[in-house]
């Protein structure tokens, strides 16, 4: 199988089918072969019976019904689950993205590249409510990942499938996957792409969503520089807190002795024994962590690099 087309579908039975055909259209033109796994996330207006019409005239077309509502990430996830294809391309299913931009980011993965991501350089969203949050959060994000891209909230990407192994979903992450595969070597760019508006139904994100999203950089932020050594993020700031405990404790004492102040009348007193006991809640908070991160890799057998290529080896 040469390109996997993944498209979660959230109560979108006004478009699954223009979409399912634009999509079938650009792929046949490549004359390359293919599948379209378009995973019903527990739609409740009818999406699904659309699909399950659509998957028996066509058997390039996979349908994946969720029993209720469980996300974008998730949906995703379980298309990239069951992808054959060497390139795995997700997109909307609200007829926003544009399936001839298809040959373009495989054309880019044939380059070279082992995630090519799309941006909406030109995009028809308003705003205020779209617009300016996701340019602050794509500012944040390539600043604290390292990985410099102009749109992560665009779905349409390219993934070489090894890529994806071992990259587990949760929560808002889908649109990390970039800063995520970057961590194990991954070669990313991005593509400008095109963009429409919405015909038809409503966005199913909003201004809400910036939060989910700030609490799940944090947690990639973390996967990616301390997963292996977490001592060194919460054992540093230990050490840092400790020693400022130290400081206020011997001010506390040059106090007492030099200008006949009562300990328990001076507040630095207090602020040493939060700052000391604060000290050591983060070192073991380091220590808990190293023991949680060995029973992570360990238990499950998972390696703590990853092997590009191997020659005379099996």
Not at 13 to 33: F, H, K, P, W
Not at 75 to 96: T, W
Not at 209 to 235: C, E, H, N, W
Not at 248 to 263: D, F, Q, R
Request: with cysteine; net charge neutral; charged share 20%.
């Amino acid at each position: 199988m040469d390109i996997s087309i993944v498209v979660p579908v959230y109560n979108e039975r006004d478009n699954v089918e223009a979409v399912y055909s634009a999509i079938s259209t650009a792929l046949q033109v490549m004359g390359c072969s293919y599948e379209i796994i378009m995973v019903d996330d527990g739609s409740s207006d009818g999406s699904y019976g659309v699909l399950s019409g659509l998957a028996v005239k066509d058997s390039n077309l996979k349908v994946i019904r969720f029993r209720r509502n469980f996300g974008q990430t998730a949906a995703m996830s379980a298309g990239f689950d069951f992808a054959k294809g060497d390139i795995i391309i997700p997109m909307d299913g609200d007829l926003q993205n544009d399936p001839s931009d298809i040959p373009r980011l495989v054309e880019k993965i044939h380059e070279g590249y082992d995630v090519v991501s799309g941006w909406r350089r030109d995009r028809k969203d308003t705003f205020v409510t779209r617009k300016i949050p996701s340019m602050l959060a794509n500012a944040i994000i390539s600043r604290l990942t390292g990985v410099h891209l102009h749109d992560y909230g665009c779905t349409l990407k390219a993934y070489r499938s090894e890529v994806l192994d071992g990259i587990n979903l949760y929560g808002e992450m889908h649109r990390f996957v970039p800063a995520l595969a970057s961590q194990f070597g991954a070669k990313v760019t991005e593509l400008p792409v095109n963009h429409f508006p919405r015909l038809h139904g409503v966005s199913k994100y909003g201004i809400s969503r910036t939060l989910r999203v700030v609490l799940d950089l944090m947690t990639v932020k973390f996967l990616m520089a301390y997963s292996t050594k977490p001592i060194q993020l919460f054992g540093k700031w230990g050490v840092y807190t400790i020693l400022a405990g130290c400081g206020t404790g011997a001010m506390t004492l040059y106090m007492k002795i030099m200008e006949h102040l009562s300990m328990n009348r001076n507040p630095l007193l207090i602020v040493t024994a939060f700052l000391l006991f604060m000290g050591v809640q983060f070192i073991v908070l380091g220590l808990l962590g190293e023991l949680n991160a060995r029973t992570y890799f360990e238990s499950q057998g998972k390696p703590i690099y990853v092997v590009k290529d191997r020659i005379n080896l099996d």
